[in-house]
């Protein structure tokens, strides 16, 4: 058996490719579990418990401010976008 630098005996043929065998064994679970994650319904899923997660706190309850603060930013963009329509027509008749 031959030493590597540190003076500790260099791994075998056999274990070198044990090891390359569960480092592939491993990257391919990684793998897989990678594209289970990211399926369109892994995604939707995902971005369902983001919003709902903003929306309610760590008991399941509602956060009213923040339900009022998007629903004051969506009343807010309706109210611009309605304005500026009205802006853009022709008064000249």
Known sequence: MTESKDGAPAPS??????EIAAARDNLAS??????????????????????????????????????????????TLVALRRWRRSRRRCHCH
């Open 13 to 18: 043929a056999a274990q070198l490719e044990a």
């Open 30 to 75: 990684t793998i897989e579990q990678l594209k289970s994650e990211t399926t369109p319904q892994a995604l939707a899923h995902r971005g369902v418990n983001a919003v709902k997660g903003f929306f309610t706190d760590e008991y399941g309850g509602v956060r009213p401010e923040r339900v009022a603060m998007v629903a004051g930013a969506v009343v």
